[in-house]
């Protein structure tokens, strides 16, 4: 304010009239000179740009932050040169200034007033601001309950309940959005290696029959400092090779301990109470990223005496729970720079559209799609705030498109397999079951007695062909599931006969599904 003081009286700061006074030349620094030598005194914008002498007395570098305390306090002192125009360029009632509310700082909003309250009514008002924009999204009721405390308290811990009545309940037919889509670059990696187990009951590898089993054994006797005389031959019955498979999850440190799957290699007839030895798994880049050792726990039984054989499940794999510790962390970026990526487990644009939808209903505008199967959306920088971004978008409720009518055939089961958006034309089939026997009846020829010819066998060969009456079946047409079951069900045809039936009616057109065959 120097250079204002420089010219202009103290009643002018004070707000009275300061009346006409005659230019100097350091008078068009903030007004407009006319032609004729005049000075406008009110711009018709509202915007005095001060000059750069007033950084020195009031308006600092962190002015923009204490500009409310002195708006309050001395108005009169700040109408000296702004106008209302020039307070609404930045204060319009909803919009707040980007240098201080940058980013999609309403999802956020929340944690900084939990934080720092003081900060936030510096410039808000929580009983008129905070509460006039939770009542109008229906976070915060009209009227308060008896013994509760007094709306506006947005604190954590309260006994009232700020949220409207039914708010928690999911969206009928919705799922979250975790069980349909994941976060790009969220992901695990597959491990592998090879190893031994040890200390089973007579039920290892032959060793005759698996050279591999030898030689990793007396290689690891080499690296423990144990050396065997060449050409010796060993007989080991309580080892089997094995391989072992890993998972390694996103975001594991060193330190943290997996599960492992052990699979034997060789001929071994069971792996249950064996012991795994110090086994190192890579990753596809050849790296080591876990050690594996520990107890196998297998889930089966068998036995076996006077050539009759009992077996129990599957003795030739198991598991150690925790069995592996992870030694080396992939990096897992969630996102690159400001955006993350929902990918979505299958591409579908409706589904894709929905998701949108729903975040943007809780992040305005951070959301888009970018084809059928992935959603990029605008996350804060901090990594903290974006975990808890990504925390409350995996639980959102999303409605999935209904999908395509489809019809999976399993034809080496015979099952068969329709969702709700099958639906079947008026049709006629007529099925009948054609059976071929072909059977082969062995007949001994004997010579007579004292003749001196042979005994003979000859095979004496039948073919039967059987072919069951069958029906003309009217198929009445259907738009929904029960009436496409009841339909095929009036056929009479088993799991079998059905796939067949179910490819002509594809290729006569009468099925509106799609046909898949597995």
């Not at 204002?4 to 103290?10: E, M, N």
């Not at 050792?293 to 794999?317: C, D, I, R, Y």
Request: aromatic fraction near 4%; include cysteine; charge should be positive.
């Amino acid at each position: 304010m120097a250079l204002c003081l420089g010219c202009h009286s103290d009643g002018l700061r004070r707000g009275e009239s300061a009346g006409r006074r005659a230019p100097t030349a350091r008078c068009p620094a903030c007004h407009i000179q006319q032609g004729d030598g005049t000075l406008e005194t009110r711009l018709p914008s509202g915007v005095l740009v001060p000059s750069g002498e007033l950084r020195g007395d009031d308006h600092s570098l962190t002015f923009s932050r204490q500009h409310r305390q002195v708006a309050l306090s001395e108005p009169s002192y700040c109408a000296n040169c702004h106008t209302q125009p020039w307070c609404q360029r930045c204060h319009n009632g909803v919009v707040k200034p980007l240098d201080i509310h940058g980013g999609d700082y309403i999802s956020r909003h929340g944690q900084d007033a939990r934080r720092n309250q003081p900060d936030c009514g510096s410039c808000h008002r929580r009983q008129t601001f905070c509460l006039g924009c939770h009542e109008r999204l229906g976070v915060v009721s009209h009227s308060s309950l008896p013994g509760s405390p007094p709306i506006g308290s947005f604190f954590p811990g309260s006994s009232r309940r700020f949220h409207p009545e039914g708010w928690a309940s999911p969206i009928a037919g919705a799922e979250r959005l975790k069980d349909l889509a994941s976060i790009g670059g969220v992901r695990q990696n597959q491990l592998i290696g090879y190893g031994l187990v040890v200390g089973l009951d007579g039920s290892g590898d032959q060793t005759t029959q698996t050279p591999f089993t030898v030689q990793s054994i007396i290689n690891m006797l080499g690296n423990l400092g144990i050396t065997l005389p060449p050409g010796q031959s060993l007989q080991l019955r309580n080892v089997a090779a094995v391989m072992v498979t890993a998972n390694l999850p996103p975001f594991a440190r060193p330190g943290q301990q997996i599960d492992v799957t052990v699979s034997s290699m060789g001929n071994a007839r069971s792996l249950k109470g064996g012991t795994l030895v110090m086994t190192p798994l890579k990753g596809a880049d050849g790296q080591i990223y876990a050690m594996a050792q520990g107890n196998l726990a297998v889930s089966g039984a068998g036995g076996s005496a006077g050539g009759t054989k009992v077996t129990v499940n599957h003795l030739s794999a198991g598991r150690i729970p925790g069995g592996a510790t992870v030694e080396r962390a992939i990096p897992t970026p969630v996102g690159q720079g400001g955006a993350v990526f929902v990918e979505l487990d299958d591409a579908d644009f409706g589904t894709a559209q929905n998701v949108v939808d729903a975040i943007n209903r809780i992040a305005p505008g951070s959301a888009q799609a970018v084809d059928g199967r992935q959603i990029q959306v605008r996350a804060p920088d901090d990594p903290n705030l974006r975990v808890a971004f990504l925390g409350r978008l995996e639980n959102l409720d999303v409605t999935p498109a209904v999908q395509a009518a489809k019809v999976i055939v399993n034809s080496r089961t015979g099952s068969v397999v329709m969702n709700q958006k099958v639906a079947l034309q008026n049709c006629a089939v007529a099925h009948g079951s054609l059976t071929v026997t072909v059977s082969n009846d062995p007949q001994v020829s004997q010579p007579g007695p004292l003749s001196g010819g042979q005994t003979v066998v000859t095979n004496k060969g039948a073919v039967d062909v059987k072919q069951e009456g069958g029906t003309l079946f009217n198929v009445k047409g259907g738009t929904n599931l029960a009436d496409v079951v009841k339909a095929l069900n009036a056929v009479g045809a088993n799991p079998l006969e059905l796939i067949s039936i179910l490819q002509a009616m594809k290729a006569s057109g009468a099925l509106r599904a799609e046909l898949e065959v597995i």
